[in-house]
């Protein structure tokens, strides 16, 4: 990027960190870290890019801490450390300011003057490593996900091995709304089948037996809010895929 598209990519950065955390439920904080002492490049460059970090979190109103000479050598960052259920700081996301590759690789553009300029290099990281923000958001939710984060959403549990056909069209109808949704038509009592769905922290199962196939519908019950009774499978349907779409 060109120095005078410096604020608007940061922030455009800054506010999609914040977006993606704040969709997950994490709260974080902001540090600012400044050049260190053993740093590359013009210092009246490194100046500017720290005011404009710096003005960019002023006017997006976010409280952030200066982490004084811990910026990278090749520029400064914005770190974001997000806070888990049990309190504990991780970070993760990061905004870097980088003057040295472009000159490595010898990068330059033709500028509004007809002359040629070096670009500033730009580092993002939202997530951080993808297997190490998926070990703390596990951990941040204990597994228990919310609906549209769970990888199975729903969980259809028939009463007997005669109800099977009408669990699979369930199943189907469900999958055919884009849910992710599972089957569990085995030979064993209900009782057993909805302890196994809530151990594995399945959002809501779907009970069905003869009742249910006549009418039907289909008893519901959550995973935090325990029986929820009858309801068409419309209903049901209308019901989640409202907090599947306002949740996503």
Sequence with gaps: MMPDQMSDEISGIVRLIDDLYSGFGFKYSVELSTRPEKAMGAIEDWDRAEQVL???????????????????????????????????????????????????????????????????????????????????????????????????????????????????????????????????????????????????KVPYMLIVGDKEAENATVSVRSRDKGNLGTLSLDEFIDKVCLENNSNN
Excluded at 66 to 95: L, M, V
Excluded at 163 to 169: E, F, G, R, T
């Design 54 to 200: 710096k003005d960019v979190l002023d006017d997006l109103d976010m409280e952030y801490t200066i982490n004084e000479g811990d910026g990278a050598f090749y520029g400064p960052k914005i770190d974001f450390h997000i806070r888990d259920a049990i309190g504990r700081s991780w970070q993760c996301g990061t905004i870097q300011l980088d003057f040295q590759m472009p000159q490595r690789f010898d990068l330059e553009y033709t500028g509004s003057d007809g002359e040629k300029h070096r670009p500033i290099v730009v580092h993002r990281v939202a997530y951080g490593a993808l297997e190490r923000f998926m070990a703390i958001l596990i951990e941040h939710f204990a597994g228990k996900f919310p609906f549209w984060l769970s990888p199975e959403q729903i969980r259809v549990l028939s009463i007997s091995q005669q109800n099977l056909d009408y669990a699979k069209s369930i199943e189907a109808k469900l999958k055919d709304q884009g849910l992710r949704a599972e089957l569990d038509v085995r030979d064993e009592k209900i009782g057993y089948k909805i302890r196994e769905a809530q151990l594995a």
